[in-house]
């Protein structure tokens, strides 16, 4: 078992950054890759981005690009997700979660944590 707690979230307003945080216990930290996603208001749960177990490879969805930076500290046993120039259209409750790889498709990640809300303001 791998139990995940997010922090960071808030209210902000647009442009802000922000960075969430999800410590990791349990399990081996450093065996799992890690996701983050989210749900936005009324809408079904999406990927937002992933990064392997020693962290070479990361993977964003288009609309983040540029603007977010998944990174992680095995040490620590974090992952964190660095939110710049944030949109009213992030506004969303972010998760994270574990998985034996990386994927874009939440059902592949086996462990989750309670979620963190991020409000962005106009």
């Known amino acids: 078992q791998v139990q995940l707690v997010e922090s960071g979230g808030g209210l902000v307003q647009s442009g802000d950054s922000l960075r969430l945080s999800c410590v990791a216990s349990?399990?081996?930290?450093?065996?799992?890759?890690m996701g983050w996603f989210r749900q936005p208001p009324g809408k079904e749960r999406e990927f937002v981005a992933a990064?392997?177990?020693?962290?070479?490879?990361?993977y964003y969805v288009e609309p983040v690009q540029g603007r977010f930076i998944i990174f992680r500290d095995n040490t620590k046993a974090t992952v964190y997700l660095q939110m710049n120039s944030l949109k009213p259209e992030d506004t969303a409750v972010y998760y994270c979660?574990?998985?034996?790889?990386?994927?874009?498709?939440?059902?592949?990640?086996?462990?989750w944590g309670q979620g963190t809300q991020v409000t962005v303001s106009s």
């Open positions: 979660a574990a998985g034996a790889h990386t994927s874009r498709i939440a059902p592949q990640y086996h462990y």
């Open positions: 349990g399990r081996t930290f450093r065996d799992y890759a």
């Open positions: 990064i392997r177990q020693r962290g070479g490879g990361t």
